[in-house]
């Protein structure tokens, strides 16, 4: 019986809590607007962060999970501000390309890839491309990270190690740069952005899909050749080359870092003492360095969010007030009554609640379709995660108790003679 009365009581207050809106439509809207534009940041944050992590987390494992990455430099730099020798990486020699085949002898290793990037302006016929992103790469791509293939074929290990002048570019280079006119067979010209000056001519021998994710920036022409075409004919600087290696799958990945590590330490001749002038990244690495730098953003934007419904609780005091001193002839009838401290409490808690579920309803509605929108104008597969659903929900719902409790107490206190007198 006592759950039944807790329910007619929360209906009543529901219904009492729309007829105050409606009483009072400016204060009640400003109200709904500052908890709707909390949750609706919340909500748009909570969306793209879940579709950002989904696209990198695809990108990490479309190369494998195991696969790592040698490089001259680390990934995160030492704090350099002293001359001396705080900074060892500084003297890291380049990866010499004959360090590789060393790599690729190893048991543990299934393949090895050299990689290097680099820019250049596009040109065909009067169609250009000021700024392309170049990716030199080894013949063995394929099979280090299959390229999603639309036309054509990949540069063959004949091609790449002759450094012949030919590209497989990505459908949206193709679109920019030809249109609905045929791609294949046709030939292009790539001027370097720094180094070699004189436009070099490559010859498209395939076109594929590039999946464009958050990392990548979005859809973007680019064009990938041999590493040793980037090297001798676009002049790129070998120096900044990077191996991608790929484990066998029969051994574990921590024995073939051991076992890269200690290959390349020999090839340099480095002495135990020594410390390892070279970099090892894993994609786990790579993912958790991705997590902090982008976990701190999204702190910052959930932080600046939470003033939205600071705001919407401040108006929530107002409004409740205001209700509790225009109603208090009423109070005082309800008390004469028999309404104990508990029933009047509880009524303006569930107005107060009313009010600010009210603005997360709006709010989480206009977040839902900002997230489909972003999802189909933009790379970021946004998507609304039931925990924000949730999340927005008990945070309209917490602000509301807390803002409203304030104004209830006030109520529920008020001496029935009194407010019976009041005017």
Sequence with gaps: MRSLDKIKMSLEGVFIAFDAMKANKVRAGLTILGVAVGVFVVVVISAAVHGINESVAQQFQSAGPTTFFVQRYPIVFENCRDSGDACTWRSNPPLAYSEADVLKRLESVEEVGIRSGWGASVKYRDRELPMVGITGITANWPQLNPPDMIDGRVFTEQESRAAAPVAVINTTAAERLFGDEAALGKEITLTALQGAKRGSPFLV????????????????????????????????????????????????????????????????????????????????????????????????????????????????????????TERTREIGVRKALGATRGIILWQFLVEAVTLTATGAMIGLAIGWAVALLIRSTTPIAASVPPLAVVAALVASAFTGIVFGMLPAIRASRLDPVTALRHE
């Design 205 to 324: 021998i395939g076109i594929y899909k590039d999946n464009a994710s958050f990392l990548q920036g979005g859809e973007r022409p680019a064009i990938v050749t041999s590493v040793y075409a980037l090297n001798r004919r676009l002049g790129s600087n070998p120096r900044q080359s990077a191996f991608i290696i790929k484990p066998n799958p029969a051994v574990r990945q921590d024995q073939t870092i051991d076992d890269v590590t200690a290959a390349l330490r020999g090839a340099r001749g480095l002495r135990p003492s020594r410390e390892s002038n070279f970099a090892i990244t894993t994609q786990d690495k790579l993912f958790d360095i991705y997590n902090k730098v982008f976990g701190m953003f999204f702190l910052v934007m959930i932080s600046l969010s939470s003033v939205g419904l600071l705001v919407g609780g401040v108006g929530v005091v107002a409004i409740m007030m205001i209700s509790v």
